[in-house]
């Protein structure tokens, strides 16, 4: 079964165009000249359907539950303060109230109220793991053969170690993307390290620029193209060289905080911001991480991708917003203007990501039309730990397969009919994998 899967990729990956160069490979985004992705000919990449991906961006401790709301439909839908952010991408929004996940209720605050947010799963208390296999690796296991990477998993915030007062491992809190029900997929919380990764930056010359060792493939490859993939690889390049300075100076300072550790003989999980080699302003370090998502869904790398913003009891700080206390402090006033600031800057960051997909083309649609963002947070109440409904947005139409610029309202549902597994059972069909079960769910969320 392994080598089928071996083959299969290698099979798509060698029917690639790729820009080479020393000790790096670059994907190509959609381009209707040249063929990528497999296709062998422009009529071929314009008349077949282009890749579904599937994204989760992650908030923990609730949202402003008096400014997360949406009314009407299409243009007319109107946005409460918090969703201001997705003005221009309401059209391609959907507004989900009243979903829940019956396994982290009932069972104490924070780390059983996260740890299954994207499995449904009962956790289990005590020093041993036991959980499942969240939607985007199940998704990954199933169709993941299809890209380089099966799946990209990133955070803003390191994870953390030891027990929450409720018994559960604070793993649960630090990890929503888990591989099986005993192990949390390895979180990449260093965008140098994702950018390695996303362009296959290895050797000693890791430290160089990408584009610099493959530009004279990519000249050779422009004067192959048309007129307007000349353009679209432009942009493309200009985009990553964009981000690749961020990088440059990021992969300095992670540099210099790793050696101060190692003479301390110190782990960098155990340092704060930024001695611990992260980015010191958190804007940054999101923005960063949801370009790579971009990046990597533009020129398929992989289709299915999760961002932990924040992890569960964070302890990030929003200066920029002049907001006082720490994320998790902060959120036991969630009535206050400070957590309306936080709501709606976490909203923001899925409007960023969203609109750089959207401005990425494919034929007569982007990369967002034929996505699936899907932003979550594990309570609807930071004061009273209240997970008996969840925060939820879905962007994207899944090239069709999902109608969008709709207010979806299940609170009064009835519990078998609000199921969040039902909601993943729907989307995982619509990308391509039928399960007739997942987590607490036999069903699809009825009217998605």
Same mark, same amino acid.
């Given at each position: 079964?392994?080598?089928?899967?071996?083959n299969?990729?290698?099979?798509q990956l060698?029917r690639?165009?790729?820009?080479?160069g020393?000790?790096?490979?670059?994907?190509?985004p959609?381009?209707?000249?040249?063929p990528v992705?497999?296709l062998?000919s422009?009529?071929n990449a314009?008349?077949?359907p282009?890749?579904?991906?599937?994204?989760v961006?992650?908030?923990?401790c609730?949202?402003?539950p008096d400014h997360w709301?949406a009314?009407?439909?299409?243009f007319?839908?109107?946005l409460?303060k918090?969703l201001?952010p997705?003005?221009?991408?309401?059209?391609?929004m959907?507004?989900?109230?009243g979903?829940f996940n019956r396994?982290s209720?009932?069972?104490?605050?924070?780390?059983g109220?996260?740890?299954?947010?994207?499995?449904?799963?009962?956790l289990?208390k005590?020093?041993?793991l036991r959980?499942?296999?969240?939607?985007?690796q199940l998704?990954?296991n199933h169709?993941?053969?299809?890209t380089?990477?099966?799946?990209i998993v990133?955070?803003?915030e390191q994870?953390?170690?030891g027990?929450?007062?409720?018994?559960f491992s604070m793993a649960?809190s630090s990890?929503?993307s888990?591989?099986n029900?005993t192990?949390?997929v390895p979180?990449?919380v260093?965008?140098s390290?994702?950018?390695?990764?996303?362009f296959?930056?290895?050797g000693?010359?890791r430290?160089?620029?990408?584009?610099d060792?493959?530009k004279e493939h990519?000249a050779?490859?422009s +004067?192959?193209? &048309? %007129?307007g993939?000349r353009? #679209?690889? /432009?942009e493309? @390049?200009?985009s990553?060289?964009e981000?690749e300075?961020?990088?440059?100076?990021?992969r300095a300072?992670q540099?210099r905080?790793?050696d101060?550790l190692?003479? +301390?003989?110190? &782990? %960098?999980t155990s340092m704060? #911001?930024? /001695?611990?080699g @992260?980015?010191e302003?958190?804007?940054e370090?999101?923005r960063l991480?949801c370009?790579i998502i971009?990046?990597?869904?533009q020129?398929?790398?992989?289709?299915?991708a999760?961002?932990?913003?924040?992890r569960?009891?964070s302890?990030?700080f929003?200066?920029?917003l002049d907001?006082r206390?720490?994320?998790h402090?902060a959120?036991?006033?969630?009535?206050s203007d400070?957590?309306?600031?936080?709501?709606?800057?976490y909203?923001s960051?899925?409007?960023?990501?969203?609109s750089?997909l959207?401005a990425?083309?494919?034929?007569?649609?982007?990369?967002?039309d034929?996505?699936?963002l899907?932003?979550?947070n594990?309570m609807?109440s930071?004061?009273?730990h209240?997970s008996t409904?969840v925060?939820?947005?879905?962007v994207g139409?899944l090239g069709g397969q999902?109608?969008?610029?709709?207010?979806?309202?299940?609170?009064?549902a009835?519990?078998e009919?609000?199921?969040?597994c039902?909601?993943y059972?729907s989307?995982?069909?619509r990308?391509?994998l039928?399960?007739d079960?997942?987590g607490?769910?036999d069903?699809?969320l009825?009217?998605?």
């Amino acid at each position: 079964m392994t080598n089928n899967v071996n083959n299969t990729r290698r099979d798509q990956l060698s029917r690639r165009t790729l820009l080479r160069g020393t000790g790096v490979t670059m994907a190509l985004p959609w381009l209707e000249s040249i063929p990528v992705w497999g296709l062998q000919s422009s009529a071929n990449a314009e008349s077949g359907p282009f890749p579904k991906r599937f994204a989760v961006l992650f908030m923990a401790c609730g949202v402003h539950p008096d400014h997360w709301w949406a009314k009407g439909a299409g243009f007319d839908m109107e946005l409460s303060k918090s969703l201001a952010p997705m003005e221009q991408l309401k059209t391609k929004m959907n507004v989900v109230s009243g979903l829940f996940n019956r396994n982290s209720t009932g069972v104490g605050i924070h780390p059983g109220q996260t740890g299954n947010i994207l499995s449904g799963a009962a956790l289990q208390k005590g020093a041993e793991l036991r959980g499942g296999i969240s939607v985007d690796q199940l998704l990954a296991n199933h169709l993941g053969q299809k890209t380089a990477q099966p799946s990209i998993v990133l955070g803003c915030e390191q994870p953390i170690t030891g027990y929450h007062e409720t018994n559960f491992s604070m793993a649960y809190s630090s990890h929503i993307s888990w591989q099986n029900a005993t192990s949390p997929v390895p979180m990449e919380v260093y965008p140098s390290l994702a950018f390695d990764s996303l362009f296959d930056n290895r050797g000693n010359r890791r430290n160089k620029s990408v584009l610099d060792r493959v530009k004279e493939h990519a000249a050779r490859l422009s +004067r192959e193209a &048309s %007129a307007g993939d000349r353009t #679209r690889l /432009d942009e493309y @390049l200009t985009s990553v060289r964009e981000v690749e300075k961020q990088i440059e100076r990021l992969r300095a300072d992670q540099d210099r905080a790793m050696d101060r550790l190692k003479a +301390r003989g110190k &782990s %960098a999980t155990s340092m704060p #911001r930024p /001695d611990n080699g @992260l980015p010191e302003d958190i804007r940054e370090h999101m923005r960063l991480m949801c370009d790579i998502i971009a990046l990597a869904f533009q020129t398929d790398k992989t289709r299915f991708a999760t961002l932990l913003l924040c992890r569960d009891i964070s302890g990030l700080f929003y200066p920029f917003l002049d907001v006082r206390n720490a994320h998790h402090s902060a959120s036991h006033n969630d009535r206050s203007d400070d957590w309306e600031l936080v709501s709606q800057y976490y909203c923001s960051q899925l409007a960023y990501l969203a609109s750089r997909l959207d401005a990425m083309p494919e034929a007569d649609s982007s990369v967002l039309d034929n996505s699936c963002l899907l932003f979550v947070n594990n309570m609807w109440s930071g004061s009273n730990h209240d997970s008996t409904k969840v925060p939820l947005l879905t962007v994207g139409g899944l090239g069709g397969q999902l109608k969008t610029g709709r207010v979806l309202d299940y609170t009064e549902a009835g519990d078998e009919n609000r199921k969040l597994c039902s909601l993943y059972l729907s989307l995982m069909d619509r990308i391509g994998l039928r399960l007739d079960s997942f987590g607490d769910a036999d069903s699809h969320l009825a009217n998605l």
